[in-house]
Structure formats: structure tokens, C-alpha cells
Nanobody, 118 residues
Framework: QVQLVESGGGLVQAGGSLRLVCAAS????????VGWFRQAPGKEREFVAR???????SYVDFVKGRFTISRDNARNTVYLQMNSLKPEDTAVYYC????????????WGQGTQVTVSS
């Protein structure tokens, strides 16, 4: 089993930055694809970014150029550096893990709140 714990959320002014951290348990971390998702009140959960076991990354269009996902396999950790934050980025951010060869994200953290004030 994989356990994921998010941290690093908080309150920031528009234009500011936060770094989210996803800490994982288990010995299979390096083989996992890890994604970041977010959900605002009354909205559907949406994909933000992901990084696979080969460090290939992808981003949703509205965060390109502002967010950077990275991983440190030695520390079982994935990061989401968020710059130039906008009020519309306000949401609960979740990290999730996808096992190699699978299509679903089977492991989810509890989320961390990001609030961007105008």
C-alpha cells in the first residue's frame, strides 16, 4: 500500500508562491506516476500536473509556465512549485499515485488547502 501526505498549502496573496509537498510511503515510489489535482468548493476535481517514473511531466494549460512538478525519489517526495498564483487557483490540492501500467490513480492523499487572496 502507498500512503500519501500533502503539505505546504496556506494563504498567499495573488502573485505569490507556494511549494506543495507530497510525501509517500513504500518502496515502490520511484516506479509511480504522481499527479496533483485540485478541487474548489462546488467544482469537480481537476487535473493539474503529473510526473511519471521517467520524470516526464505534463500540465493542464492554465498552469503552464507557472507551476513546476518535480520529484526526489531518494526522499519519496513529489513537489509542486506554484508561482504567480491567482485567486482562481484557490482549492484543496491532492496528490495521487498511479502504479506503472495502470490507468487509474489508486492512492490519494488527504489534501492541503491553498487560498489565494486578491
Amino acid at each position: 500500500q502507498v500512503q500519501l501526505v500533502e503539505s505546504g498549502g496556506g494563504l498567499v496573496q495573488a502573485g505569490g508562491s507556494l511549494r506543495l509537498v507530497c510525501a509517500a510511503s513504500g518502496r515502490t515510489f520511484s516506479s509511480l506516476t504522481v499527479g496533483w489535482f485540485r478541487q474548489a468548493p462546488g467544482k469537480e476535481r481537476e487535473f493539474v500536473a503529473r510526473i511519471n517514473c521517467g520524470d516526464a511531466t505534463s500540465y493542464v494549460d492554465f498552469v503552464k509556465g507557472r507551476f513546476t512538478i518535480s520529484r526526489d525519489n531518494a526522499r519519496n517526495t513529489v513537489y509542486l512549485q506554484m508561482n504567480s498564483l491567482k485567486p482562481e487557483d484557490t482549492a484543496v490540492y491532492y496528490c495521487a499515485a498511479q502504479r506503472f501500467g495502470e490507468t487509474n490513480y489508486d492512492y490519494w492523499g488527504q489534501g492541503t488547502q491553498v487560498t489565494v487572496s486578491s
